[in-house]
């Protein structure tokens, strides 16, 4: 769906933009379409692997660390006080950090702090709306602090 439309979390069930809101990231529940709308929140949005799939376990341990080091090559230039990355398998992959857990982490890029979130897809099962909205919410808390 999100190459198909060129939007990010464009499935509908997925739970990124809900839980974005539930989270106080933003003030109202947006539209995949409206990602470009983040920025006025202070939000940017990309991907750690650019290839549009179904399920995560589809990319290589290649595709990750071509990413990761794309992302942190992204970061550098931009230089934002946080970078969240959603789902601790990806970033695992993709930064070669097999003990990272949700969470901050000790890893920065310069001074760019890095927060892992757990991952919206409806696959993630273990993670609810809810549980999901509080582990955002805790990083919108200390980039906030």
């Known amino acids: 769906m999100t190459a198909a439309t060129g939007h990010h979390f464009a499935r509908p069930g997925n739970r990124f933009w809900p839980v974005l809101h539930l989270s106080g990231f933003t003030p109202r529940l947006m539209k995949p379409s409206e990602q470009g709308e983040l920025l006025s929140f202070g939000l ?16 290589s341990a ?19 006080r946080w970078l969240a990355v959603l789902g ?16 901050p982490q000790e890893r920065m890029f310069g001074d760019t702090r890095v927060w892992v979130l757990p991952n919206p897809s409806g696959l993630n099962a273990h993670w609810t709306a809810a549980t999901m909205a509080e582990e955002f919410g805790r990083l919108r808390d200390a980039a906030r602090g």
């Open 44 to 59: 940017g949005i990309t991907n750690v692997v650019a290839r549009a799939t179904a399920r995560a376990d589809e990319l």
């Open 62 to 80: 290649e595709e990750y660390r071509e990413g990761g080091q794309s992302l942190a090559s992204k970061v550098a230039g931009w230089q934002p």
């Open 88 to 103: 601790v398998t990806a970033y695992r992959a993709a930064f070669d950090d097999r003990r990272a857990q949700v969470g």
